[in-house]
């Protein structure tokens, strides 16, 4: 595996109100831009070569700011963009994405549609055309809507998908069903890999520790195994609950007894392989 460090998961915008209205009064500080140039000091402290953006936006116009963002800034080395997966005309947008060569998947806010909305057929019609055009999906669900997940990635068998924040499991209720059980599931379909990212914000922001994620984090190291996980900060969302160094110190901390190879897996190899890219020198970023 690749000893190179790769940040799988983390967001840039700039702020408007209106389009980023999830982010409430309790996450005031997510209330201003937040763009490369402001993490790529962070990511050069921590040791961290590169990140892969993921949309924090459901539409057309957040995939070419991402794609603008990477086109600028070399610590940028994969962007996980959004389309319209209902769209009838979906194949020729995938043809001319495809020109961007560092655009490796889609996401949609699955989260805050209904449960069954990745099992629906308009979405799944969509997401079937991504595998032919060479794309990965990401899969960003609340934990009661792991059965959609499950029934997408099984219909689609050859196409890559990767959960995001290890199936956002109720932490704060110390709730492990039938979140565990869910988990194995998916694990088991060789085509799906899991983001060990968002753990903080799923628990009490100002008085986690370590131990409240341990179960959870085993879980996903048993049925995953290292060679399809990987980690990411959901920087800058996680500033809520954890510093950028604070909570890639939990994963360190969460995954210690590893081996050096595991530790590499999870620390970039498995997104390398992923998302298919070359990894710069955060050291560009100066």
């Known amino acids: 595996m690749s000893a190179q460090r790769v940040d799988a998961h983390q967001h840039f915008w700039r702020y408007d109100a209106a389009k980023l209205s999830w982010i409430d009064d309790a996450m005031a500080l997510l ?12 990511l050069r402290v921590n040791g961290i070569d590169a990140c892969v953006a993921v ?27 959004w389309i319209d997966l209902r769209a ?30 990745l099992c629906t057929s308009e979405v799944m019609r969509g997401v079937g055309a991504l595998g032919r055009f060479g794309f990965s999906y990401d899969l960003l669900v609340f934990a009661r809507q792991l059965p959609a997940a499950i029934a997408l ?22 709730k492990l069903e039938p979140w565990t059980a869910q988990v194995l599931e998916l694990a088991r379909l060789p085509n799906v890999w899991c ?47 954890a510093t950028y160094a604070r909570g890639l110190g939990l994963v360190n901390e969460l995954i210690g007894a590893l081996s050096a190879d595991e530790r ?3 620390l970039g190899g498995s997104a390398v392989e992923f998302y298919g890219i070359g990894v710069p020198p955060a050291a560009l970023e100066r």
């Not at 983001?195 to 922001?205: D, F, H, I, N, Q």
Request: with cysteine; hydrophobic share 45%; aromatic share 10%.
């Open 55 to 81: 949309q924090a936006l459901d539409s057309s116009a957040e995939t070419e700011f991402l794609l603008a963002q990477a086109e600028r800034h070399p610590i940028v080395s994969a962007v996980v963009g």
């Open 88 to 117: 009838p005309d979906i194949e020729p947008e995938l043809e001319r994405l495809r020109e961007h060569r560092v655009l490796a998947g889609f996401r949609h806010v699955a989260q805050a549609e209904a449960d069954d909305f």
């Open 195 to 241: 983001k060990l990212s968002g753990l903080v914000t799923e628990a009490y922001w100002t008085r986690w520790e370590a131990e409240d994620f341990r179960p959870y984090v085993d879980v996903i190291l048993e049925a995953f195994s290292p060679s399809r996980v990987m980690y990411g900060s959901d920087w800058p969302v996680c500033l809520v609950a």
């Open 31 to 42: 209330r201003r831009d937040f763009l490369p140039e402001d993490l790529a000091p962070i």
């Open 264 to 266: 590499d897996a999870i």
């Open 153 to 174: 990635v099984r219909a689609f068998p050859n196409q890559r998908f990767v959960l995001d924040h290890i199936g956002k499991p109720e932490i704060r209720a110390r």
